[in-house]
C-alpha cells in the first residue's frame, strides 16, 4: 500500500485500536470483532516473542480489509522486522531518528511519539509523517489545540488514556484520529471471550469520532 493510501485510512478511519499482549490464539478474534465494529488500523505492539508473526498473520488475513502497524517501535532494526513481517505504519513511544529514517527506507507511515512543540517539529524535519502525543492523559485536549495554533500542519494522534468520553475532545481540538489501547481493546472481555463487547466499543470510538468531526 502506497503511503499516502495508508495516511488517508488512519485519518478517515480516525481510530487506531493498539493490540497489546493479546494471546496470540485470541488476536485474530479481536482482530475480527475491531473490523466489525468500524476499526480497521490495527496496531501491534511488539513488546511481545510473537509479534511479528501476528503483524504477519493479520496483515495476510485481513488484507484489503485493515491496515496493519507495528506499536513500540524503539529501534531500527525493529522497525525493519516489523515492515517485513506486513506492517505499514510504525509507531513509537519517543521520538528516534533512526527509526523514522529506516520507515521512510520502506516507504511506510512514520509516527514517532512526541510530548513537546520542540520535538513535534524535530520529528516532522527527521521525515515522520504524523506524530504521536503520548501519554496524551498528561496533557489533555487544550494541549493540541495549543500547539496547531502556531503549528497547523502538523498530523497529530493522541495516546495514552484515550476512552469514549473523551476521545471527541481531542478530535475537535485538532487530532487527525486517537489511539485507544485497554479503554477499546479490553483483556477482561478477551479473557472471557466476550468479543461482541469489543466490536460494541469499537463502534462507539468510531461514533464519538464522527459525531466530534461533524460539530
Known amino acids: 500500500m502506497e503511503k499516502a493510501a495508508i495516511i488517508d485510512r488512519l485519518v478517515c478511519n480516525g481510530v487506531i485500536a ?4 493479546v494471546a496470540e490464539d485470541k488476536v485474530e478474534a ?7 465494529g468500524g476499526v480497521n488500523v490495527l496496531e501491534i505492539t511488539i513488546d511481545v516473542e510473537n509479534a511479528n508473526t501476528i503483524i504477519k498473520r493479520l496483515s495476510d488475513r485481513f488484507s484489503g480489509r485493515a491496515v496493519i502497524g507495528a506499536g513500540t517501535v524503539l529501534d531500527a532494526k525493529s522497525a525493519s522486522r516489523a515492515i517485513d513481517s506486513g506492517a505499514q505504519f ?3 513511544p519517543l521520538l528516534d531518528g533512526e527509526v523514522i529514517e529506516m520507515t521512510k527506507k520502506y516507504g511506510k507511515v512514520s509516527i514517532p511519539g512526541i510530548m513537546t512543540p520542540t520535538e513535534a517539529i524535530a520529528a516532522v524535519k527527521q521525515g515522520a509523517d504524523i506524530v504521536k502525543v ?5 496533557v489533555g485536549a487544550s494541549f493540541i489545540k495549543n500547539v496547531k495554533g502556531p503549528l497547523p500542519h502538523l498530523k497529530v494522534i493522541p495516546t495514552g488514556g484515550i476512552n469514549v468520553e473523551n476521545a471527541g475532545d481531542y ?7 486517537v489511539g485507544a489501547g485497554g479503554n477499546l481493546v ?5 479473557a472471557a471471550g466476550e468479543f461482541k463487547k469489543i466490536e460494541a466499543a469499537a463502534a462507539k470510538y468510531v461514533e464519538a469520532v ?6
Do not use: M, T, Y
Open 134 to 138: 503520548f501519554p496524551a492523559s498528561a
Open 30 to 36: 479481536v482482530a475480527e470483532s475491531l473490523i466489525n
Open 210 to 215: 464522527k459525531q466530534a468531526r461533524q460539530a
Open 90 to 92: 510504525i509507531v513509537s
Open 18 to 21: 493498539v493490540i497489546r499482549k
Open 171 to 177: 478530535i475537535r481540538a485538532g487530532a487527525i484520529a
Open 186 to 190: 479490553d483483556n477482561k472481555a478477551i
